[in-house]
């Protein structure tokens, strides 16, 4: 059972360029995450989906997008990419909402992905 | 909005001795749910501990509880018998128990154990 992968693990870019981010699950989970961490700031929300086919901002969602056309995969990309996005990326998913106490429902995360953008 | 603060940038103990690291949070909403990860240097998230607010008993996980204040809006993590495998970034977590999917979390706390 893989959990939650995503891929690339690294990747350095250059000003300008664009990229996508892959995360898979195989849990069958409802809901899937993208976070962003930096230093001294935690883990912040970019986007985020409660199903396939549906999306919606996070906290930080500028100069990101997302789809969800499968319920396995969640994509992020970076359009034109800029050094403010240097970070580490960080999917997750949690499980389908059950009843009144699903929000105890524990968020899984990959291993992240290191991105650099010079 | 919610907001998670972890006023304690970093934290260092004894081995085999006791720490607790603090962590407050804002809301409005009076039933949600509270989880400590833990990040070691793999990068990879564990979840240590999660508290319901409904509940008035505080959450444990062996070497692991919470002192969870619900009017002061406190939730602090007691790690008993340091071990050298605690070191890491420790992150509160706040999520609605309704409606809101999102986890919110805190800044983080950078815990070292000292041989």
């Known amino acids: ?118 | 909005a919610q907001t998670v603060t972890q006023s304690q940038p970093e934290m260092s103990v004894q081995e085999a001795e006791t720490v607790t690291l603090s962590c407050t949070y804002d809301t409005s909403e009076s039933d949600y749910y509270l989880f400590w990860y833990k990040q070691p240097p793999s990068r990879q998230m564990i979840l240590v501990i999660r508290q319901e607010a409904y509940k008035q008993q505080n959450a444990t996980e062996n070497r692991f509880s919470v002192n969870f204040q619900k009017a002061a809006k406190s939730f602090s993590l007691k790690i008993s018998d340091s071990q050298l495998g605690d070191a890491a970034m420790y992150f509160c977590a706040y999520r609605s128990r309704f409606g809101n999917e999102k986890l919110t979390f805190g800044t983080g706390t950078r815990l070292t154990i000292i041989p």
């Not at chain 1, 992968?5 to 990229?19: A, D, E, H």
């Not at chain 1, 100069?63 to 240097?86: C, D, I, M």
Request: net charge positive.
């Open chain 1, 1 to 118: 059972n893989a959990g939650v992968t995503q891929t690339p693990k690294f990747r350095v870019l250059k000003t300008g360029q664009s990229m996508t981010l892959l995360c898979a699950q195989d849990m069958n989970h409802e809901y899937m995450y993208w976070y962003r961490q930096d230093p001294g700031m935690g883990l912040r929300l970019i986007h985020y989906s409660v199903g396939e086919g549906t999306t919606a901002k996070g906290e930080v969602p500028d100069g990101y997008n997302v789809s969800r056309l499968k319920k396995q995969n969640f994509l992020l990309g970076l359009e034109s990419a800029a050094p403010s996005q240097t970070s580490v990326y960080f999917c997750a998913s949690s499980p389908p909402r059950q009843g009144i106490s699903s929000g105890a429902n524990v968020l899984t995360f990959g291993a992240g992905s290191r991105l650099t953008v010079l």
